[in-house]
């Protein structure tokens, strides 16, 4: 079966000339359909990058990247993004903010409302849909925009860091929901944290990058079971496999400091 995603030889630099820095070189990497996939690695290894890239947002120098065998060349609705900044609309409602979106993707009034409300009940955020961003905590200004990101059916969803800025209590539970959501819908993820324990409990794979410039150094088969529940941090092949994750990002960076 084809890959969802599949990057080829891509390359990415910053400047010209002498001031030319390559920070992204020869990345091959391939998601399959219904795949959670974390980037993890060292601060400047390329992974958000990489992420941006992916998501049409960033250009590259070298290389293919095609999403069901069709080249990305611009940002488009196929893809769902979620930042670590919420970036909602201040001015709009959580309802609103979804609204926003799907109008933009072609989604008449009526259908947009539905559509809105159908996924803020997903996120658990129903009794919220007429509060503005100023009255929304960290983790439900996140929960939109999961919404947001969701509501237009996206092939493919790219998250970049978007727990990172919630306390550790609401980073779990985040984390819980996240995961419900891809057991019951199933979509491609492409999740960049500097978290293992986290890339862990969520992925099908971890894939660690390194640096100088950025590259894929390595990657694991998570293996672990599905549904999964926070209880499973504390097995043993759990912890093993977060170990083995963390050994391969300090090989990578020692790599790096020795080149």
Known sequence: MPPKLRIAGLSKSFGAGEKRNLVLSGIDLELADNEFVSLVGISGCGKSTLLSIVAGLQDFDDGELTLDGAPITSAGLDRGVVFQSYTLLPWLTARQNIEFALKAAGHDRASSRDIALEHLELVKLSHAADRYPSELSGGMKQRVAIARALSYRPKMLLMDEPFG???????????????????????????????????????????????????????????????????????????????????????????????
Not at 211 to 221: E, L, Q, V
């Open 165 to 259: 800025a919630l306390d550790a209590l609401t980073r779990h539970q985040m984390q819980e929901l996240l995961t419900q959501i891809w057991e019951e819908h199933k979509l491609t993820v492409l999740f960049v944290t500097h978290d293992v324990e986290e890339a862990v409990y969520l992925s099908d794979r971890v894939v660690v990058m390194g640096i100088g410039p950025g590259r894929i150094a390595t990657s694991f088969d998570v293996g672990i079971p599905r549904p999964r529940r926070e209880e499973i941090k504390e097995a043993a092949g759990f912890m093993a496999l977060q170990r083995q994750v963390h050994r391969a990002i300090r090989a990578a960076s020692a790599r790096a400091e020795m080149a």
